[in-house]
């Protein structure tokens, strides 16, 4: 069995929207030029006060009666655009930061909501052209330069991406999430020592953070340190019992070290936790077919697949056992589903793979 399957749950989990009311800090000046400034004012008051309580329909409910009493002024759009962010309403954000652009052509922070938006529906290149009108306007913010690295991410612009996280953490040193993103970065690369600096950094801002500490104990298995990798995912099994995860991954490296009463004793603790998951099937699997019970291990790993059809580490493990039984037609429909559902980053063995189903296909 494989650690890849570590480093794909760590990856799943970094996409979640990031919305701030990055406007309220800096509104534009209410003018009192409208017929009634004060009401308007109270309005936009309140939506401040109910889109921190997250009543976000309520916020909208003020804005709207603002915009009807007076619609020249940025701040309102601005305040409505990012509450349509926090309700996902995303065409309808991107619809108010442009007429926030509209009034206020210098405004750096509504170029940087309305690239969010362009973002979360998939318009990279509007994002990154916001993203970069915004730097120029105010090149001083490392939020811009870190949210254009992860649109360069999405467009598989790497090194453009590391310039600008590095761009970021040089403007604001103390942000966890900056070096968090980095390392990710950094561990797509292979750059694992330079991924372990970044975690490291990270976990001294918050030392019991779960997920930093799986990224170290991931980390700590590709340089071969067992050991230190056991004791992170003690760690966070320490602060959460249930988190089947670490318990798989404790089973893995057990089972690795040939200590297969603690292997099975962790997985047994995950299996009680979720009896649906399919990395504990697939681990008990590995601790069988280390043991040379094949028909077992390919019981187990099929059990695995039961629970999830997609699950690329169980059709590699399988394409193990076929090479053992020299089961040649099972080998190679094992490795094909292995490649068809095998994640991105699972460079040396979709390599593997790939060179034995060319051989077998001859």
Excluded: W
């Excluded at 991107?94 to 170029?111: G, R, S």
């Excluded at 040089?170 to 990710?184: A, E, H, P, T």
């Excluded at 603790?269 to 094949?294: C, W």
């Amino acid at each position: 069995m494989s650690n890849y399957g570590i480093l794909k749950k760590l990856t799943k989990s970094t996409g979640a929207l990031l919305v701030a009311g990055m406007l309220l800090t800096h509104p534009v000046a209410f003018a009192d030029n409208t017929a009634n400034p004060d009401k308007v004012k109270q309005l936009f008051t309140e939506s401040v006060e109910h889109m921190r309580a997250r009543e976000y329909d309520k916020a909208l409910s003020c804005l709207d009666k603002a915009i009807e009493l007076d619609s020249t002024k940025a701040a309102l759009f601005g305040q409505r655009g990012t509450v349509y962010l926090n309700q996902q309403r995303f065409e309808e954000a991107i619809v108010d930061f442009t007429k926030v652009i509209e009034l206020a052509p210098n405004h750096a922070q509504a170029y940087g909501l309305r690239a969010l938006a362009y973002g979360s529906t998939g318009e990279t290149i509007d994002a990154m052209r916001d993203l970069t009108k915004a730097i120029e306007l105010e090149p001083a913010n490392p939020v811009f330069y870190y949210r254009r690295a992860m649109t360069y991410e999405m467009l598989k612009g790497d090194d453009y991406a590391l310039e600008d996280y590095n761009k970021a953490i040089s403007l604001k040193n103390n942000d966890v999430m900056y070096f968090y993103k980095r390392c990710m970065l950094f561990m797509r690369q292979k750059k694992h020592a330079e991924a372990m600096g970044d975690i490291n950094t990270a976990l001294g801002f918050e030392p019991s953070n779960k997920t930093f500490l799986s990224i170290r104990a991931f980390l700590y298995t590709q340089s071969h340190d067992t050991e230190h990798a056991i004791a992170d995912y003690e760690q966070v099994v320490k602060y959460d019992p249930a988190d089947y995860g670490a318990l798989d991954n404790l089973g893995v490296l057990y089972a690795d070290k040939k200590d297969f009463a603690t292997a099975n004793k962790y997985f047994d603790m995950s299996l009680a936790v979720n009896d649906r998951h399919p990395e504990v099937y697939n681990g008990k699997g590995y601790i069988e077919f280390l043991q040379g019970n094949n028909d077992a291990a390919i019981a187990l790993y099929q059990k695995a697949l039961e629970c999830n059809n997609e699950f690329s580490d169980a059709y590699y493990n399988l394409a193990q056992c076929y090479e053992v039984a020299k089961d040649d037609a099972k080998l190679l429909e094992a490795y094909e589903k292995f490649l068809r559902y095998a994640a991105y980053n699972d460079y040396d063995r979709v390599e593997q793979a790939q060179k034995r189903v060319a051989e077998l296909s001859r």
